[in-house]
């Protein structure tokens, strides 16, 4: 399938646009998406380097997605033919497990910089759909997102991702490969969905206690715990500790901790 250049898409600042024009790198991006995927969805599609080869793929259902009209019409002009897979709508406001009726899809894409977190966000919220992601992102969100405890980036994403899907950093790229040209070096990764979904603790409160414990970062676990529990009156080694010292599993660990705690 070759792409056919019909207009150009104006790269749009508040959208976060970097349109990515290495075909090489396009390929190797698609190529990282597990063969096994039954359907796609493809998240900011821009001008298509990316969508070209997704929709070469005849064993993948694969749906565009793109915020911006003026992209939907550059795609749809150059693929007719998969015209009802070009969709407009806003990934973050759209109930996106209802483009597969409820079956599971991978998510792949160059994530617009200024929406990627919450992009992530987005997909821990329809884990139980989305077995495997494949994106371009910032190089300093790709890190944040595979730090394991201990690295000052290690944080809130890292935590809360890491706790359902295993993150690799599958390689990084150079600004030179983009349209117009970010300020700042990409990379993309993988997610992988684990085996179990169930974190053998309460997950809405081990998501404040991750938030809690991190927006106060330099403080030791005793003290950055207060918002939750005003008077500690429990002794634990973790409590002496500060949270980017704790792993997932410790972090889960603890939320057990604190609702004992809370329950008594």
Known sequence: ???????????????????????????????????DNTNILEVGSGMGVLTQ?????????????DVDS????????????????????????????????????AVVGNFPYNISSQIFFKV??????????????QKEVAERMAATSGNKTYGILSVLIQAYYSVEYLFTVHEHVFKPPP?????????????????GCDEVLFKKVVKTLFNQRRKMIRNSLKPIIKEIGFSHPFLEKRP????????IEFTNVVERALNE
């Open 1 to 35: 399938m070759t792409l056919i250049l019909m207009t150009v898409v104006k790269a749009k600042k508040h959208l976060g646009q970097h349109f990515l024009t290495d075909q090489n790198i396009a390929r190797k991006i698609v190529g990282s998406l597990s063969p």
């Open 53 to 65: 080869y997704l929709f070469e793929n005849e064993s993948w259902n694969t749906l565009a997605l």
């Open 244 to 251: 980017e010292q704790l792993s997932v599993e410790e972090l």
């Open 124 to 137: 821990l919220e329809n884990k139980p759909f989305v077995p495997e992601v494949v994106g371009m992102v």
């Open 183 to 199: 300020k700042v070096k990409s990379a993309v990764i993988r997610l992988k969905r684990k085996q179990s979904q169930r974190l």
């Open 70 to 105: 003026e992209s939907i019409d550059y795609l749809k002009n150059n693929y007719p033919l998969f015209e009802k897979n070009i969709i407009n709508a806003d990934f973050l406001k759209t109930d996106i497990a209802s483009f597969f009726d409820s079956k599971e899809f």
